[in-house]
């Protein structure tokens, strides 16, 4: 069972995030990326992910795109978060709130 490897302690959300992602069978780079995108908004929220609100994402999304973050990056949080929040969370609300960064207009 290939897991990913960290000399901090695994929080019970993440561990339950990556077991989700294990049994669905997202390849180790998905995973990691998935986990950085988590982890960044966690530091940005604060607190843990699991509490975040509609509110919450929408300021995220703003702040990375006022902080000047690419649309492949902004896309790749915004899948690592569907993620969290339709999979692990069970929270289909807040994965809708998400936006998609379409190509340059």
Do not use: W
Not at 33 to 41: E, I, K, L, P
Not at 51 to 80: K, M, Y
């Amino acid at each position: 069972m290939a897991t990913l490897s960290t000399d901090a302690p695994i929080s019970p959300l993440r561990q339950r995030m990556q077991h989700d992602m294990l049994m669905r069978g997202l390849g180790s780079h998905t995973q990691q990326d998935y986990v950085r995108h988590v982890r960044r908004f966690a530091v940005f929220l604060g607190r843990s992910p699991d509490t975040a609100t509609a509110e919450d994402i929408r300021r995220f999304q703003l702040h990375q795109h006022e902080s000047g973050v690419g649309p492949a990056t902004i896309n790749g949080a915004v899948s690592a978060l569907r993620f969290l929040f339709l999979v692990t969370l069970k929270r289909r609300d807040l994965a809708r709130v998400l936006v998609i960064m379409r190509g340059s207009l």
